[in-house]
């Protein structure tokens, strides 16, 4: 036993040393080797590749280890393409911006926003020009912008309107015995619809059909406006599919001509007037173009808040009143920053987790004034945490409002009396409990339903506050109805609509602030234990490509939402449902 010990001993030893050995190495090889500067050469175009991830706010990981070994998780930051747009305007070495992307990995809010800095960076005087092999919907609405688009002679474009498709759960709960009981507040509340019926509500059906249409007219004026094409005739293409090959989007003036990558290229030297470099977005934003100098002492302060919202410390994926809070007890207590702009990019999540963001944002809009600039989504708690703004801007393309409230607990009792479970409880008292292997009591229902109500109470009292309307009116629009950003206007939920950058000139005029530079915020610090863990060989795997390959894309959705649904935690202000816009 003793020769066993010393031999494990002896071999865990042996892996720590050669672990700090490692460490050593690249600490000094992180010392030695400083990556080449990126330089812009003379001449050159803007390659817009926009297939990775991309976020409103991605700032970099200060992690020596990953540096070294040249590892990056390839996200792009909204603000810093943005800014990097903004920059090349002014950049005597850029000629114009070629977009050549095979995706367009962002959300339609984002896009848009992208969408409208390349129309003014157009406006400058320097060139737009879009190629691609195939155009995606999203592609073709970002692309459109450009002065001359081209297509490849065998290729298509994807233009036929959009679509939505939401699962329903309830024949396969019924034939396994396996569901989730809810309980909710609100008409539209449908983020629990999948798991009551099997087919969708006249109600949800009218939510989905308005904000989808909403949607698609702001898509369709873009691109009227870009390409000279009547919003009528638009949607004549989109109803027949006459984009699906070069010769038929020719024919339609969607593109302006079909050629090939080294046709378009001599196209880029004929309008450069001679050879020319590229440089891509990533490596302009690594040679520093991705922000904005200023020598301004005073400072507006942008808070991102993107991703679900949770209980707890929250990360650079989700919401946590941990690290948001956090964020604006510092720009309150900085005697530079002058204004606060909290961008919001969330689908909603806890409610409790809500709440509490909302109240360190009440007490920091009595300091300094509060705007808000809506990306994507800002619906359900992601609306709870925005409702007591000042201002509150929204893209017209912004999935926002869904004001309505949920609880959901899974239940298997079918399933365990299908197969000879039988659950006993012993209590101390008499208040209601629940047990995944009993049906749900009266009492427990009523208990719950209680709480969702006093929240969704709370919920409605604290926007009727926030946007100086009455309980009866916030109500009425309420009940968990989605609304996009154009029609929330109308509906009193939003103020103005532009994008972050609007939001924040508007911080700067009630800061009365002439001249301002820009603070983000939260500070995504990694402990220790995390550092090490992302330096593992296995932390930069990708689960969701691997679940993908296994399970296949639609099954993936279907697993991916269910597991979404498991790990909910208290009662929810979340999106009626998981949006999957086509």
Known sequence: MKFLRNLLASILGFFISLFLLLLLFIGIGTLVSKPEPVTVKSNSVLELDLAGIIKDYAPKENNAFLDALEISDNKLALNHILNAIDNAQLDNKIKGISLNTTAVNAGFAQTQAIRKKLNEFKESGKFVYAYNDVYSQKNYYLSSVADSLFLNPVGQIDFGGLSSEILYYKDFEDKYGVKMEVIRHGKYKSAVEPYLENKMSEANREQISSFLNSIWSEITLGISKSRNISVENLNTIADNSDARNAELAKKNNLIDAAIYQDEYNDKLEKIVDGKFSTISINDYI????GKKTSTAKDRIAVIYAQGEIIYGKGNDETIGQGIINKAIKKAVKDKKVKAIVLRVNSPGGSAL???????????AKKEKPL???MGNLAASGGYYIACNAD??????????GSIGVFGAVPNAYELSKNIGINAEQVNTNKSPQYSVFEPISKQFYDVTKEGVEHIYTTFVNRVAAGRKLTFEQVDAVAQGRVWSGKEAISKGLVDELGSLEDAINSAAQLAELKDFRIKNYPNYKKEFKEMLDSFSPFAKVNKEDILKEALGNENYRLFTQINQFKNLKGIQTRMPYIIDIK
Request: aromatic residues 8%.
């Open 371 to 373: 705007i808000v600039s």
């Open 353 to 363: 987790a809500s709440e509490l963001i909302w109240r360190e944002l009440e007490l």
């Open 286 to 289: 690594k040679a520093g173009k």
């Open 391 to 400: 201002l509150i801007f929204a893209e017209p393309t912004t999935i926002t």
